[in-house]
């Protein structure tokens, strides 16, 4: 019959092999019934044995054997030595005579104390931080594929407005970038391999630990060395600086001069780059408030400003009404400056990112072109030709992303052009059956989800339109069941989990929904039924609005729907 306990099964004597186990030698570590214990003390009557009883075992400390006097357990310690000692070394010798000695069983709980703080550090707080450490570097990897892949887009549709014998500048840009591309992934991986590696000794450190604590070997435990401080000493992060792409105007000779600069690609490992779980943590989780918290700042509207609201990493709320563009620099509610400029045309929207770059679309009927105002730097025009502007939004790349409608072709589509340079990136009009995404009509709002999906609140169709970034539609999203009445989405803005908050103009509200479509909740506005004029949410998931129509001076008002888990 098999020695080992199972459920069927009882636990049998390590010496007989067939009674039930009732008694455990503690300094043998040997599983007896009562009948084999003399059996076992005649085995080796040199020994100290330790008997108890089986539910009490490990509980006696195993003292380690002197090195000096083999019939001897040591149970001092000599803390000048840091050796273990017997009492017949204590005695009968005067080399530890005016040392500090202790009892051994005070300096294991002294061990263990140390030994369970070291546990406590390694599962709290070096181990989560190399996790984060690790899903870092992952995250990094795809955004510098990412990040390399646009740029040798960008090279590619530069090269597409030149001769041919460009081609053989585009070819070497081009190899130049995917030489330091891989460069730069072969020492990411590398890093994220030695932050791997560390990764596992700490985990065995931490069942080290663990063992230890466990066990009552003193030996053991004196032998134990602490690597905490050598895991504190965290990897030093490189960083790269990621090359940058300049396109220059064409001109008939020096063409791989002119064509365009590309910085070379150069690392550095920034030693102060992690720091511990204390400064460094997981993004935070969020979810919905049983309440928003709805009230209105102070701060006036110089217009009826019903074309777009934005706000800034420091806080600046720009405002865009029809014939001007407000910046509102404020601390809590208290205005600190109001910057406004006026144009001779129609001011239709503004949107600023998470780095600062900001714009806003004026829009030219005569001439049937937009131009987009960078703030500080240069004014470029977009040609319409047969098509109107809708709405504007820069996505998290820099990128433009322009929603207009062919008035006479009963046509909306989603144009995408880089923040440096307007030429068409990408369009988004049909599906995969080859019919349209969109309704016709120019009452149209667009943003950008966190996972890069394009997000249209249709208000003709009365729906919300979110494809992916390579513009396949995910899904349509048309209201729930609140009120009897269709939903009317005028306004659409995301948020920092990834949820997608569209304004119903029709019932003055809010339908938030996930990333994949499924309804959350909802929140009435507090001017209901004053129909909002426009809206946006900041950094800190905080709903802004501009409100309400019926008001000659319109004020903001702020929303707090989320809280942490």
């Not at 004597?13 to 503690?26: F, L, R, T, Y």
């Not at 310690?77 to 050796?83: A, E, H, L, P």
């Amino acid at each position: 019959m098999a020695t080992s306990t199972t459920a069927q099964d009882m636990m049998r004597c390590d010496i007989c092999k067939n009674n039930e186990v009732q008694m455990h030698c503690d300094a043998c570590l040997v599983n007896l019934c009562k009948l084999c214990v003399g059996e076992h003390f005649s085995k080796d009557l040199s020994k100290t044995h330790k008997i108890v009883d089986y539910k009490d075992k490990k509980s006696t400390p195993i003292f380690p054997q002197c090195a000096s006097h083999s019939d001897s357990l040591c149970e001092c310690f000599c803390k000048d030595c840091n050796i273990p000692l017997c009492l017949k070394c204590v005695i009968s010798t005067d080399i530890h005579r005016n040392h500090n000695l202790s009892i051994i069983s005070d300096i294991l709980r002294f061990r263990k104390d140390a030994i369970n703080k070291d546990f406590e550090e390694l599962k709290e707080t070096i181990i989560p931080t190399y996790q984060f450490i690790k899903s870092s570097v992952q995250l990094r990897l795809k955004q510098i594929e990412l990040i390399y892949d646009n740029i040798k887009k960008d090279i590619t549709k530069h090269g597409q407005d030149w001769h041919k014998e460009v081609d053989k500048c585009v070819n070497k840009l081009s190899s130049s970038v995917q030489e330091m591309k891989t460069k730069h992934i072969n020492l990411l991986k590398e890093h994220q391999d030695d932050v791997n590696k560390r990764l596992g000794t700490i985990q065995d450190s931490v069942q080290q630990c663990k063992n230890l604590m466990e066990s009552n070997d003193i030996s053991l435990c004196l032998n134990y060395t602490s690597l905490n401080e050598e895991y504190r000493q965290l990897p030093q992060k490189p960083v790269g600086d990621i090359p940058v792409f300049t396109p220059l105007q064409i001109t008939p000779s020096k063409f791989l001069d002119m064509f365009g600069n590309l910085t070379s690609l150069t690392f550095r490992k920034e030693k102060q780059g992690y720091s511990m779980k204390t400064e460094y943590s997981l993004p935070i989780l969020k979810h919905l408030t049983e309440k928003p918290d709805f009230r209105a700042s102070k701060i006036q509207i110089i217009d009826k400003s019903d074309e777009g609201i934005s706000q800034d990493r420091s806080k600046k709320i720009l405002i865009s009404s029809r014939d001007k563009m407000q910046i509102l620099e404020f601390d809590q509610v208290s205005l600190v400056k109001s910057i406004t400029t006026e144009t001779p045309n129609r001011v239709t929207d503004i949107s600023v990112t998470n780095n600062g770059k900001l714009a806003y679309i004026v829009y030219n009927y005569d001439n049937k072109n937009i131009s987009v105002n960078k703030m500080n730097e240069s004014m470029e025009n977009i040609c319409l030709e047969n098509w109107r502007y809708c709405d504007m939004y820069i996505n998290s790349s820099g990128d433009l992303l322009v929603i207009m409608e062919c008035y006479e072709e009963k046509q909306v589509k989603v144009v995408k052009y880089p923040y440096s340079n307007m030429y068409v990136k990408q369009t988004v009009q049909f599906d995969n059956e080859n019919k349209p995404l969109y309704s016709s009509g120019i009452c149209k709002c667009i943003s950008e989800n966190r996972n890069f999906d394009i997000c249209v609140a249709d208000f003709e169709a009365g729906a919300v339109v979110v494809v992916d970034q390579a513009g396949k539609l995910r899904f349509r999203y048309t209201g729930n069941a609140l009120w009897n009445s269709p939903c009317k989405p005028k306004g659409i803005s995301t948020d920092s989990q990834g949820y997608i908050l569209t304004l119903d103009w029709k019932n003055s509200c809010i339908h938030i929904i996930d990333q994949d479509g499924q309804f959350l909740g909802y929140f009435e506005l507090s001017f209901r039924k004053s129909y909002p004029l426009a809206m946006c949410t900041d950094g800190d998931d905080m709903f802004l609005a501009v409100g309400d129509r019926r008001s000659k001076n319109p004020s903001i008002y702020e929303c707090k729907y989320l809280q942490e888990l």
